[in-house]
Structure formats: structure tokens, C-alpha cells
């Protein structure tokens, strides 16, 4: 192999670890934002949003204490 194939197929690889890490990193954003927005509950009385850790099917606003199903 001569030196500048080695030095472009080092490029490529290093190219190819990037995008794999840059495609890594946006599917987990995607997921994380996509697992918060099932959590994140909008109060239907004040509009306030709000993220709702328990697992009950209806939560309460902490604004004012409305109750929303989720
Ligand atoms: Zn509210």
C-alpha cells in the first residue's frame, strides 16, 4: 500500500467514525426528547407545562393544582 492510499483511507475511516458518532449522538437526542415529550404534561387549565415523573394517569398541575389525564 503506498503511503497516500493509507493516508485517504485513514481519512475515510475517520470520516465514517464521525458520522457514526454525529448519527449516534442525534438518535439518542431524538429518543431523550421524544421520552421527555410522553412525560411533559400541558395543564388544560393554565397552559402550563410541566413534566410528570409519577406514573398515575392523571397528575396535577403545580401551577394551579388542576388535575389532567395524560
Ligand atoms: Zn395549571
Redesign the pocket.
Known amino acids: 500500500m503506498e503511503l497516500d492510499q493509507f493516508i485517504l483511507s485513514l481519512f475515510f475511516i475517520g470520516l465514517a467514525i464521525v458520522l457514526i458518532a454525529a448519527l449516534i449522538g442525534f438518535t439518542t437526542n431524538r429518543w431523550q426528547n421524544f421520552r421527555r415529550s410522553k412525560r411533559q404534561i400541558r ?6 407545562r410541566y413534566m410528570d415523573h409519577k406514573k398515575d394517569k392523571i397528575s396535577e ?6 388535575k ?1 389525564k395524560r
Do not use: K
Not at 395543564?43 to 402550563?48: A, K, L, N, V, Y
Not at 398541575?61 to 388542576?66: D, K
Open positions: 395543564c388544560r387549565i393554565c397552559s402550563h398541575c403545580p401551577n394551579c393544582q388542576a389532567n
